[in-house]
């Protein structure tokens, strides 16, 4: 017969190396947000609009971000949340 | 065009870091030192170091991106610095 426990002892190896791989990742990014707080970030959104505004929080799923004086090109939102799914990427200065 | 990248997972994610990529996003490419991956949004944070000091720090969004590819490995140095970028400064490494 085919003994089970070898494989199932491997996946078990296999997925601890993930978690830590993913904790270790999650770390980094979480660290990334804290240090872009209070900070001046340019969002690239999708048809090439750039929006810069001073970057407050992310929630946990990263859906929304929570910023300040949003310049838009109508004019700039003291206080807004920006959908994530319209943001290709965003940069900011360290 | 759905990307396979969101769903590599960690250990895939894991082996571009500390390493330049090209990040191929809708309509351009985007390079950089790759600092980490979110695992919840698959987002890329690429750090690209100043001449004069400091970093630009571009977050590419897990669902932007097209294509990773890995370019050239960093140095002993480099990937110190690229690993050092977010950490509190007081366990930052001391520099001259």
């Known amino acids: ?15 601890q190396r993930e978690q830590k791989a993913r904790s270790q990742l999650r770390e980094n990014f979480l660290r990334c947000l804290l240090s872009m707080t209070g900070k001046k970030v340019e969002f690239d959104m999708h048809e090439n609009v750039k929006v810069e505004a001073t970057f407050g929080a992310s929630d946990i799923d990263v859906l929304n971000f929570q910023v300040s004086d949003l310049h838009t090109p109508i004019g700039v939102q003291k206080e807004a949340l920006i959908r994530c799914q319209d943001v290709i990427s965003y940069t900011f200065e360290i | 065009m759905q990307s396979e990248w969101p769903l590599l997972g960690p250990s895939m994610w894991s082996r571009y870091v500390s390493k330049q ?5 809708e309509n351009k490419e985007l390079r950089g030192w790759l600092q980490t991956v979110d695992p919840v949004s698959a987002s890329l944070v690429l750090v690209n170091f100043k001449k004069e000091g400091g970093a630009v720090v571009q977050v590419v969004m897990g669902h932007a991106v097209r294509q990773v590819q890995a370019l050239k490995v ?4 480099t990937a110190e610095r690229i690993q050092a970028c977010f950490l509190p400064p007081m366990i930052q490494n001391m520099s001259p």
Request: net charge negative; aromatic share 0%; glycine share 0%.
């Open chain 2, 74 to 77: 960093a140095d002993q140095e």
């Open chain 1, 1 to 15: 017969s085919i003994p089970t426990s070898i494989p199932s002892d491997a996946d078990a190896e296999q997925l």
């Open chain 2, 21 to 25: 990529v090209m990040v191929t996003v």
